[in-house]
């Protein structure tokens, strides 16, 4: 599993370069302590087995029992002689083998000599069978080497290793305090809720982030406080004048009316498209919230409104409700049937149906107009873009914009693709409710 977090990261990386550690002391005492008193031992051994083969070899070769060297040998360093044949034979074949002492023990005795080492009742035991000696093996006990030497430094390391883990994990939590907080704001603002400024603490690069994020969150709400300012601008300073447009239009003659009712028009359009200005710099806010009946919905948008077209609904008997702003959502349905009442034939299809993992109720929108050009596909969703030429140039390019701003504020998802049997089909997607994603 690949860790993404920095905080997993860094502790990895203190465990990795922890047990390199770990690895490298064991190499360098065992190369630079062990092995040189090993050899020196070694040395030794070969140096005294070397004398009492000398003062014991005869003519027979045979061993002497009282010979003097063998005596001192067997004094010094508790070396006894067993037969190959016999219980210690035995024991002498299932020892570890150690070549290095092997190959010096051979140099030094001018003899071919193997050396094996056996874990003894008190303590580690070494085993050499000499050719020099046939039939014979000689036991040498290492009395000073014993397996509970060793636990002291595995449980050292271990414990060692455990206090610097702990002790990297308390350093990264407490440098990653003020990033966790960094993390909670900058979803906070995600969401479009710009919280208080953060304290700035910790390393002098957390300090530089944490001041320039609370910059950018004073910067954003300098700029939705500008956009509140323009969209009351817009709400009054243009309506306003349109308003009065209209009323002195509509009291113009009866011979200027063909006048009058073109100016109508073009006044309610320009109504009409600050209306979509509005609609598409308008927030949605999470904590407003609520399950959604899509089917109720659908059923409103489609009965209401003076069209010339006539909705076809397919709604599917058993949806979840979806979790949103129905107001937002009734407008993100009501754009894409304005938009294929626009394009399409006199053929408009709405339908609704859940996805297989049941998290995402849909819509689909379809009309059997001209269709869409796939390159135009991810564009036509870009403010002020319209369709291709097949589709005309209507409206002011805001429509599908709109719908796309809203789906991602609810954090559904939005398809389009062109239809087999001609025309468009737009399907949006919606979280089922309380199933909103943390962002």
């Known amino acids: 599993m690949r860790a993404r977090s920095a905080f997993s990261q860094t502790i990895l990386l203190f465990l990795v370069l922890l ?42 070769h045979d061993i002497p029992l009282n010979a003097l060297m063998r005596r001192q040998v067997l004094e010094k360093l508790g070396v006894t002689i067993h037969p190959l044949q016999s219980q210690a034979g035995t024991v002498y074949q299932q020892a570890t083998s150690i070549d290095l002492m092997s190959e010096q023990m051979s ?24 050719d020099a000696l046939p039939d014979v093996l000689l036991r040498i006990p290492l ?73 950018m969150a004073k910067g954003i709400q300098a700029l939705g406080e500008d956009r509140a300012l323009l969209m009351a601008g817009i ?41 979509q200005f509005m609609d598409y710099l308008k927030p949605v806010n999470a904590q407003t919230f609520q399950p959604v009946n899509i089917n109720d919905l659908i059923l409103e948008v489609a009965r209401s409104g003076e069209r010339t077209v006539a909705v076809e609904t ?14 937002a959502i009734k407008r993100a349905l009501t754009n894409l049937i304005v938009n294929a009442s626009r394009y399409g034939h006199g ?28 390159e135009q596909m991810g564009k036509v969703f870009e403010p002020f873009t319209r369709g291709d030429s097949a589709r005309g140039s209507e409206g002011s390019g805001l429509g599908l914009a709109i719908v796309k701003r809203i789906v991602s504020q609810h954090q559904g998802s939005v398809s389009m693709n062109n239809r087999s049997d001609g025309g468009l089909k737009v399907q949006i997607s919606f979280p089922v409710s309380g199933k909103l994603k943390q962002a």
């Open 347 to 374: 053929w408009i299809k709405v339908s609704s149906g859940m996805t297989a993992d049941n998290r995402l109720v849909w819509i689909c929108v379809e009309d059997n107009g001209p269709g869409i050009m796939n």
């Open 235 to 275: 709400s009054h300073d243009l309506r306003t004048p349109l308003t009065r447009i209209r009323l002195a239009t509509e009291m113009m003659s009866a011979e200027d009316r063909y006048l009058a009712e073109g100016i109508i028009s073009d006044t309610e359009e320009c109504n009409e498209i600050i209306s």
């Open 19 to 60: 047990v390199a550690n770990q690895l490298y002391s064991y190499y360098a005492v065992f190369h630079y302590a062990l092995l040189p008193s090993l050899q020196q031992f070694n040395k030794i051994l070969s140096h005294e087995i070397h004398l009492m083969l000398d003062d014991t070899m005869d003519e027979y």
């Open 314 to 327: 397919e709604l599917a008997k058993t949806l979840k409700p979806a979790f949103g702003h129905a107001i």
């Open 143 to 215: 009395s000073e080497l014993q397996e509970d030497d060793f636990l002291p430094l595995f449980w050292n390391s271990l414990m060692m290793a455990c206090l610097i883990l702990f002790g990297g994990w308390l350093f990264i939590r407490w440098q990653n305090r003020p990033l966790i907080t960094l993390e909670k704001a900058a979803k906070a603002v995600g969401e479009g809720d710009i919280p208080p400024p953060l304290e700035i603490k910790g390393s002098s690069e957390i300090r530089s982030v944490t001041h320039a994020f609370n910059q």
């Open 107 to 130: 140099k030094e005795l001018d003899s071919p000599t193997d050396v094996r080492m056996s874990l003894g009742e008190k303590s580690y035991v070494l085993w050499m069978k000499i």
